[in-house]
């Protein structure tokens, strides 16, 4: 694909092609970017959503689940047509209506620690829209040894989390097992079929998820790498909270000294 902007192309993104800093050649990076998107649910609705409306030359779907009736609370990409057809399909057939120009793949599996790595290889970098540790873990070591920005986002209930981990950067910038040491994690795992989760927090999530994809991909503003919001949808209040780079961190600590 070039990445030659048509003039349909420059009508469809002026409004934010006249931004600051973005402009066409903000434009074309975006076209030029490969984005992976783990879990087509409740984040991953949004983040899909917006980069293909931006213009992310190519967009990748990873998720191997089917939609079902309680998922459309939060996860608006699916509509009650979809009901049993794979969530990867259902998500593609929207963003292809929604914009023609974007190249859409699907990956109707689970990512896992297995494959996680030859995924990530056709991707510039990975938005982490996923509900559970062992995916998190599989995406987290693949992209540190892929030296890719991973964009992490989760909720639970009425709160939620979003950071970008790129520990390869070295000091500064720590990695997921940094932010959760192993023997805390495996603390963490109701899911929100157990205790639930409100839809709107999953858009600001993924909302924040998607601009900071589309910072790193134009190369312009501030990421997340180093700290992490965290939303309280109730008091309405985000608060930020930096991440120490751990110096003892069995996954980024020794990466982190032999920086390309
Ligand atoms: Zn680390």
């Known amino acids: 694909m070039t990445d030659d902007l048509h003039s349909d192309e420059q009508r469809y993104y002026q409004r934010q092609m006249i931004l600051p800093g973005w402009g066409m050649e903000g434009q074309r990076r ?9 879990g087509a ?3 991953g609705a949004p983040v899909l959503q917006y980069l293909a409306a931006a213009g992310v030359g190519t967009v990748g779907i990873a998720d191997g689940d089917f939609v079902e009736l309680s998922n459309l609370h939060r996860q608006v990409i699916h509509t009650i047509d979809d009901i049993d057809r794979a969530k990867v399909d259902s998500a593609a057939d929207k963003l292809r209506r929604q914009n ?3 190249a859409v793949v699907t990956h109707a599996f689970p990512v896992t620690a297995e494959n996680a790595a030859d995924l990530v ?3 510039d970098l990975v938005a982490d829209c996923t509900d559970n540790f062992a995916t998190r873990d599989a995406l987290q070591a693949a992209c540190l040894t892929a030296r890719k920005p991973l964009v992490s986002g989760a909720a639970q209930m009425t709160d939620g989390t979003v950071t ?6 070295g000091a500064g910038h720590p990695c997921y097992r940094c932010l959760y040491p192993a023997a805390l994690s495996a603390t963490l795992t109701p899911s929100c079929s157990e205790i639930g989760v409100a839809g709107p927090v999953l858009a600001v999530i993924g909302g924040f998820q998607a601009m900071e994809v589309i910072k790193i991909l134009i190369g312009d503003g501030d990421t997340l790498s180093g700290r992490i919001l965290i939303v ?11 991440i120490e780079k751990r110096a003892d961190c069995p996954v980024c600590a020794v990466a982190s000294f032999s920086p390309r």
């Open 41 to 43: 649910g409740g984040l």
């Open 30 to 38: 975006l076209k030029a970017g490969r984005v992976l998107v783990v």
């Open 121 to 123: 290889a056709a991707y």
């Open 232 to 242: 309280d949808g109730m008091a309405a209040r985000v608060t930020e909270v930096a």
């Open 164 to 169: 970008t981990f790129t520990p390869y950067r």
């Open 100 to 102: 023609p120009h974007v």
